[in-house]
Nanobody, 118 residues
Framework: QVQLVESGGGLVQPGGSLRLSCTAS????????????MGWYRQAPGNQRDLVAG???????LYADSVKGRFTISRDNAKNTIYLQMNSLKPEDTAVYYC????????WGQGTQVTVSS
């Protein structure tokens, strides 16, 4: 059983930056196959929850076209934590951000709200 806790969201102006963190407990990032491929997802009101960035245990990454070049996903297996560095934020990045495996196999955490507004 893996528990996921996201943090780091907030209110930021367009063009600003935020760094999100997601810590997993109940399983080891470095040894458990079910946390091998992790991802950040986001869900805006009225929209479905979509994958925006993914990272393998060996730190190979993928990004949705909408965030490519602006967001960077990383992981620290020793800390059971993944990160999402978000730069050049746009109002359309406003959403609740969640982490989970890719595909999502675990219960969703509470997410962290990111609001981009002037």
């Amino acid at each position: 059983q893996v528990q996921l806790v996201e943090s780091g969201g907030g209110l930021v102006q367009p063009g600003g930056s935020l760094r999100l963190s997601c810590t997993a407990s109940g399983s080891s990032f470095s040894s458990s196959s079910n946390v091998y491929y992790m991802g950040w997802y986001r869900q805006a009101p009225g929209n479905q929850r979509d994958l925006v960035a993914g990272i393998t245990r060996s730190s190979r990454t993928l990004y949705a076209d909408s965030v490519k070049g602006r967001f960077t996903i990383s992981r620290d297996n020793a800390k059971n934590t993944i990160y999402l560095q978000m730069n050049s934020l746009k109002p359309e990045d406003t959403a609740v951000y969640y982490c989970n495996s890719n595909p999502p196999l675990h219960s969703w955490g509470q997410g962290t709200q990111v609001t981009v507004s002037s």
